[in-house]
């Protein structure tokens, strides 16, 4: 299984900001893969969200890891992370 996230949520509290940035990748056995995005402020009940097919690993990956230093070169922190390998020790 992939060591990449599967869910990942950061957030930017520095004054004056309250905002969130979460990627989701809906779970297939097969390619593509929908990279789901969602920003806004925290608390709202309508995030923006864009959702982007993704045909192979590398791609996938990339993306994320283009969205995780954007994120950080931003102010945001990482605030929680899911796994693919930590869904399936909850399976088990």
């Not at 402020?41 to 990339?62: C, D, F, K, N, Y």
């Amino acid at each position: 299984m992939s060591s990449e996230p599967v869910f990942a949520r950061w957030e930017n509290t520095t004054p004056p900001h309250r905002k969130f940035y979460e990627i989701e990748v809906e779970l297939s056995l097969f390619y593509p893969k929908i990279l789901v995005r969602r920003w806004g402020r925290i608390g709202t009940r309508s995030p923006r969200s864009i959702q982007m097919a993704v045909s192979h690993p590398e791609e996938l990956t990339r993306q994320m890891k283009r969205i995780s230093r954007r994120r950080k070169l931003h102010g945001y922190r990482t605030v929680k992370e899911i796994r693919a390998r930590d869904i399936g020790a909850f399976a088990a």
